[in-house]
């Protein structure tokens, strides 16, 4: 599958319909959702096929049927866009882990549904994708603090899914080291030398080596 068109399949199913029941309020709700899809769609079909800093706010703004004023009612930046669809991604994510029984180990849980997600990119969408992420300046030095804040996001869901206080210290610990498993996997793969192993396959590889050693 494209990227645009997978991108757009994880932000669709991530996406919450509870302004779906025909009131005024609900109807801006979901317009203002479409809109923020569409120009995010458009820009991210045309950051691959033209280059990040190929792509100006204003052809962007055109392409999506908005003014640049308005643009600018929805992203600060072509950064937030990346950003929303890195977001979108980990939603999905998320609402899966919801769904986790929890009687599930949740390192063994996050471990599975990780490495699901990744799988759904092949070899060449992830190259795609991560070419276009290596692009933006700014955006590098703001994936620390995006992989920190995916950190706690993740540790929150854990807790909704094992309720018990006491065990609160340890679903931390299982928040960080996932986290760390994400990023030395994605360290690990943008070293490797053509054909790289798919991703999906190091990041179940980096869990299973975390597993032995605890």
């Not at 030398?193 to 991703?199: D, G």
Request: charge should be positive; include cysteine.
């Amino acid at each position: 599958m494209h990227p645009v068109r997978k991108r757009k399949s994880l932000l669709m199913s991530g996406t919450s319909h509870r302004a779906d029941d025909g009131s005024a309020e609900g109807v801006r709700e979901r317009k203002r959702r479409e809109t923020r899809y569409r120009i995010a769609d458009t820009a991210l079909r045309l950051f691959l096929a033209n280059g990040f800093e190929g792509t100006t706010l204003d052809v962007i703004a055109a392409e999506s049927g908005i003014s640049r004023r308005t643009f600018f009612s929805y992203f600060k930046s072509k950064d937030d866009i990346l950003l929303f669809w890195q977001g979108a991604h980990w939603q999905a994510i998320y609402d899966d882990l919801l769904k986790t029984s929890p009687d599930a180990s949740p390192l063994d849980a996050v471990r599975d549904i990780m490495v699901k997600h990744m799988a759904r990119y092949t070899t060449e969408e992830m190259v795609a994708i991560d070419t276009l992420m290596r692009s933006s300046a700014t955006l590098q030095s703001r994936k620390q603090a995006f992989y920190a804040e995916q950190e706690q996001e993740l540790f929150a869901r854990l807790c909704e899914v094992w309720r018990q206080p006491e065990r609160r210290t340890a679903l931390r610990m299982v928040a960080m080291v996932s986290m760390g498993a994400m990023r030395l996997t994605t360290q690990t793969w943008n070293e490797q030398a053509s054909p790289r192993k798919p991703m999906a396959r190091l990041l179940r590889e980096t869990f299973e080596s975390l597993r032995s050693e605890l």
